[in-house]
């Protein structure tokens, strides 16, 4: 339809922790409408699905397919509360920051898949970046 703006979408962002249920929101005009979801694990796999339908009459239209890299939170820690943000110092390891922040050292893997889009390899981490810590 010419002159409405298009449905902005917000959240959740790429690479965000999220919380179980994801929850979408935004703002759209329109005579009718149609928002639909899926969420896919790490192998492509559908696990989950949601439509929300506006209006009574099909539509009928090219509509953009749009992946976004999200984390389950509760698949790093459950339960899971959200999470730190901590700077890396000269000298720091992720199983160092593991130690100090869940009191076990070999819970590092959770602070690299917390982070896995800014970390390529675990064992070099940089004084600057700034890491998601799971709570």
Not at 93 to 110: E, M, N
Request: proline letters at 7%; one cysteine or more.
């Amino acid at each position: 339809m010419a002159g409405f703006p298009p449905i902005a979408v917000r959240q959740p962002a790429p690479y965000d922790i999220v919380d179980d249920p994801v929850r979408a929101s935004g703002i759209g005009t329109g005579f009718e409408g149609q928002f639909a979801a899926c969420v896919l694990d790490g192998n492509g796999n559908q696990i989950a699905e949601a439509s929300i339908h506006a209006g009574g009459m099909a539509i009928l239209g090219n509509y953009d397919r749009v992946a976004i890299p999200i984390t389950f939170g509760s698949a790093l820690l459950n339960p899971y509360r959200g999470f730190a943000q901590y700077t890396v110092v000269g000298g720091d390891t992720l199983s160092g920051i593991a130690q100090r922040y869940y009191g076990d050292a070999g819970k590092w893997p959770v602070i690299y898949e917390a982070n896995r889009y800014q970390i390529q390899n675990p064992d070099r981490i940089f004084a600057g970046q700034v890491l998601r810590i799971p709570q």
